[in-house]
C-alpha cells in the first residue's frame, strides 16, 4: 500500500453530493501541499484543488470553484475534497498528491477513487 489512499467514490445523479478523503500513512513534517486531481476517460490528469498544510490557503480550477471545497485535518493525515452540484463533466479518477518543501512537483500520489456522475 502506498502512502496516500483515497475513498469516498461511487456514483451519484447529477446534482448530488460526495465527499472525497485521501489518508496519508504517516505524517510528515516536510508536507508542503496536499492537492485533487482528476482524470476523466481520454484526457489528461487535470488540476482540481490544493490547499497549503501549514496555512490552509486554498486554490481550485476554475470548473469547479463555488461547487468543490478542498480541506484537512492535520492531526488525522487527511485531506477532503467535498463536491456539490456534480455535473456528468465531473466524472473522473480522482486522485490526491502530496507536495514537499523544496519540491517543485507532487511527489507522492494516491491510487485514485472514481466519481461517476450521471445525467
Known amino acids: 500500500q502506498g502512502r496516500l489512499t483515497e475513498s469516498g467514490g461511487g456514483l451519484v445523479q447529477a446534482g448530488g453530493s460526495l465527499r472525497l478523503s485521501c489518508v496519508a500513512s504517516?505524517?510528515?513534517?516536510?508536507?508542503?501541499?496536499m492537492a485533487w486531481f482528476r482524470q476523466a476517460p481520454g484526457q489528461e490528469r487535470e488540476f482540481v484543488a490544493v490547499i497549503s498544510w501549514n496555512r490552509g490557503t486554498t486554490d481550485y480550477a476554475d470548473s469547479v470553484k463555488g461547487r468543490f471545497t478542498i480541506s484537512k485535518d492535520n492531526a488525522a493525515n487527511t485531506v477532503f475534497l467535498q463536491m456539490d452540484t456534480l455535473k456528468p463533466s465531473d466524472t473522473a479518477v480522482y486522485y490526491c498528491a502530496e507536495r514537499r518543501f523544496g519540491r517543485s512537483s507532487y511527489d507522492f500520489w494516491g491510487r485514485g477513487t472514481q466519481v461517476t456522475v450521471s445525467s
Open positions: 504517516r505524517p510528515s513534517s516536510s508536507t508542503m501541499s
